[in-house]
């Protein structure tokens, strides 16, 4: 069973590919043996490939690993920079990125960068990648803060932060995915965070808020911020982002997933009513 599958579009061989985690089930309970997997569509049926998972190194790190709910770059020779969580079966979880290769219809590992974690909570873990102007940034969740990391190659990541605004104060990012967009030439950041006005909603997963993120000093820049998917109850903490660059656009999608710190008659009194959202986000051309 291939769970958290995120899709993405890869350009150099032309096909739609799907990455989570396959997760073996016994006797109706799961079992804890997460195991990377992708699967690709494939255009002239019209449907998926049965998934697939990728052989890694054998070390304790990578005994389970998912790559659901990420965002991955793709290099100009079709090779994938792609952001993993994994762990071994007693040990917090770690963030790390691998380097696969892609044929059209088999992905190779083919290296994989420095192992990242936090003493706080579970670890690190649903990272998420994007390049900017030759710089790869990575954010990951924690169970007490987001953290971002920068790198120059896409692999080996230093600097590990915690997610917060320019002026000095924690995000209130906190236990929840974060992913990143790309317009006019700058990295921007959506995520929720902690506020008065959202102490109602599990985990404070709505609204989502994007944020231009300054990459000098590793932060958000908190004058930027914007509300890119209301508040209307529900929470939105699971969410996916599409960059179209013809458009100079992107797009968030999320649904309202009708579940608060009571009953979901609560969401309704805000005015959810399982609604997806699609919200278009236009950026002005960097000057």
Not at 75 to 83: A, E, K
Not at 99 to 123: I, P, W
Not at 125 to 132: A, D, G, M, N, R
Not at 194 to 202: G, R, V
Request: aromatic fraction near 10%; proline fraction near 4%; charged fraction near 20%.
């Amino acid at each position: 069973m291939l769970i958290d599958a995120s899709p993405v579009y890869l350009k150099k061989a032309d096909k739609f590919v799907i990455f989570g985690a396959q997760l073996p089930y016994k006797d109706n309970k799961f079992l804890p043996i997460h195991k990377l997997a992708y699967s690709v569509f494939d255009k002239s049926v019209g449907d998926w490939s049965a998934p697939q998972t990728i052989k890694l190194p054998s070390i304790a790190e990578f005994q389970m690993q998912s790559g659901g709910s990420a965002q991955i770059v793709e290099l100009d020779n079709g090779d994938l920079l792609v952001p993993i969580s994994c762990s071994g079966t007693k040990t917090k979880k770690f963030a790390c990125v691998l380097r696969l290769a892609f044929d059209g219809a088999k992905m190779t590992y083919k290296e994989h960068g420095n192992l990242m974690s936090v003493e706080e909570g579970r670890g690190l873990y649903e990272p998420s990648l994007i390049e900017v102007g030759g710089v790869y940034l990575l954010s990951l969740r924690n169970d007490a803060s987001g953290y971002v990391a920068r790198s120059n190659d896409g692999l080996h990541f230093g600097g590990l932060k915690t997610l917060n605004f320019d002026d000095g104060t924690n995000a209130g990012n906190y236990n929840t995915q974060t992913h990143w967009l790309k317009g006019g030439g700058l990295p921007y950041l959506v995520y929720t965070r902690k506020d008065i006005l959202n102490s109602h909603i599990f985990r404070h997963r709505a609204p989502l808020f994007i944020a231009r993120f300054d990459i000098e000093n590793m932060c958000l820049v908190k004058s930027s911020e914007r509300v890119a998917v209301p508040m209307r109850g529900a929470r939105l903490g699971n969410f996916g982002v599409c960059g179209i660059d013809a458009k100079n656009s992107s797009y968030i999608v999320a649904a309202e997933w009708m579940q608060s710190n009571s009953t979901p008659a609560e969401c309704v009194q805000y005015g959810s009513d399982n609604s997806i959202f699609v919200s278009e986000v236009k950026f002005e051309q960097k000057k």
